[in-house]
């Protein structure tokens, strides 16, 4: 069974960095494609950017272009969020899934899987 494994969260003051790590103890990620999610409190959970399984395609959502990068090492089992210039509204929980669909803008993909816990990231100062 597909289980997808967030981590790199943290706290971050406005206009920082930080890293997320997807993995997979379970199954082989570069076989999907797989996207980022994240959710505030009180919002619905919103996809913010994807990438195909041969690493030729991603797509971001507008509120996140030209911050963040997702990226994927296959040789690793890792998928990758890079994130820069964070802002105070970034502030969510963070979750990969692998998914299927159409690429590219939200919500025309799904997820494959269930959802993990995910990684809080918090930008304040």
């Given at each position: 069974?597909?289980?997808?494994?967030?981590?790199?969260?943290?706290?971050?003051?406005?206009?920082?960095?930080?890293?997320?790590?997807?993995?997979?103890s379970?199954?082989?990620?570069?076989?999907?494609?797989?996207?980022?999610?994240?959710?505030?409190?009180?919002?619905?959970?919103?996809?913010?950017?994807?990438?195909?399984?041969?690493?030729?395609?991603?797509?971001?959502?507008?509120?996140?272009?030209?911050?963040?990068?997702?990226?994927?090492?296959?040789?690793?089992?890792?998928?990758?969020l890079?994130?820069?210039s964070?802002?105070?509204?970034?502030?969510?929980?963070?979750?990969?899934?692998a998914?299927s669909?159409?690429?590219?803008?939200?919500p025309?993909?799904?997820?494959?899987?269930?959802?993990?816990?995910?990684?809080?990231?918090?930008?304040?100062?």
């Amino acid at each position: 069974q597909l289980q997808l494994v967030e981590s790199g969260g943290g706290l971050v003051q406005p206009g920082g960095s930080l890293k997320l790590s997807c993995t997979a103890s379970s199954a082989t990620l570069s076989a999907y494609p797989i996207a980022w999610f994240r959710q505030s409190p009180g919002q619905e959970r919103e996809g913010i950017g994807c990438i195909s399984s041969n690493d030729r395609f991603t797509y971001y959502q507008n509120s996140v272009k030209g911050r963040f990068t997702i990226s994927r090492d296959n040789a690793k089992n890792t998928v990758y969020l890079q994130m820069n210039s964070l802002k105070p509204e970034d502030t969510a929980v963070y979750l990969c899934n692998a998914v299927s669909g159409r690429l590219g803008k939200y919500p025309n993909y799904y997820e494959l899987s269930g959802w993990g816990q995910g990684t809080q990231v918090t930008v304040s100062s």
